[in-house]
T-cell receptor, first 114, second 113 residues
């Protein structure tokens, strides 16, 4: 079975700082990778996804993530965060061909200070 | 508007009193799932359904039941709730053509006393 690790549980940044949230997964085969965001009081929204091709994936609101197959990593980045990026971020993995068997990480709470 | 709805949004109940949380989607999606979200544990899949009358266990199915009699609805049933089922529950759906993109409902916050 697959698993996902997010090592940063709580990150506090000042506005304009750069962001990198770590995500590592374990699975022996090919996977699809996702980052979801949950703003306070709201439901999860898809931020970006990786299926194949270019390992650098660009998502909404200036976020991007890079898939490094050799490191089993899919880290989320943003060059300059805003106060409105305060949210909880979840990395998720789904084995190729799986019937919606999506495994989520434990989440990283990002707090951006104005 | 394309959406996933859940009812109720908030529920306080007592141990052992059967309850049902409804989930409905208006996008004609084949796939539907239930998750629970707990602090420090992230989201864990409870049950999922590939289509009408086709369901399977996720990672934490104990204490829950589901049914999929209609394509749009996927209710979550707690036959005898216990305090360890106090959690935030999310329903999600996706289409067969775009299974990777799940649409999440607004969540149901359940407290079992």
């Amino acid at each position: 079975a697959q698993s996902v690790s997010q090592h940063n549980h709580h990150v506090i940044l000042s506005e304009a700082a750069s962001l990198e949230l770590g995500c590592n997964y374990s699975y022996g085969g090919t996977v699809n990778l996702f980052w979801y965001v949950q703003y306070p009081g709201q439901h999860l929204q898809l931020l970006l996804k990786y299926f194949s091709g270019d390992p650098l994936v660009k998502g909404i609101k200036g976020f991007e993530a890079e898939f490094i197959k050799s490191k089993f990593s899919f880290n989320l980045r943003k060059p300059s965060v805003q106060w409105s990026d305060t949210a909880e971020y979840f990395c998720a993995v789904r084995p190729l061909g799986g019937y919606q068997k999506v495994t989520f990480g434990t989440g990283t709470k990002l707090q951006v200070i104005p | 508007e394309a959406q996933v709805t859940q009812n109720p949004r908030y529920l306080i109940t007592v141990t052992g009193k059967k309850l049902t949380v409804t989930c409905s989607q208006n996008m004609n999606h084949e796939y539907m799932s239930w998750y629970r979200q707990d602090p420090g544990l992230g989201l864990r899949q409870i049950y999922y359904s590939m289509n009408v009358e086709v369901t399977d266990k996720g990672d934490v199915p104990e204490g829950y039941k589901v049914s999929r009699k209609e394509k749009r609805n996927f209710p979550l049933i707690l036959e005898s709730p216990s305090p360890n089922q106090t959690s935030l529950y999310f329903c999600a759906s996706s289409s067969q053509l775009a299974r990777e993109t799940q649409y999440f409902g607004p969540g149901t916050r359940l407290l079992v006393l």
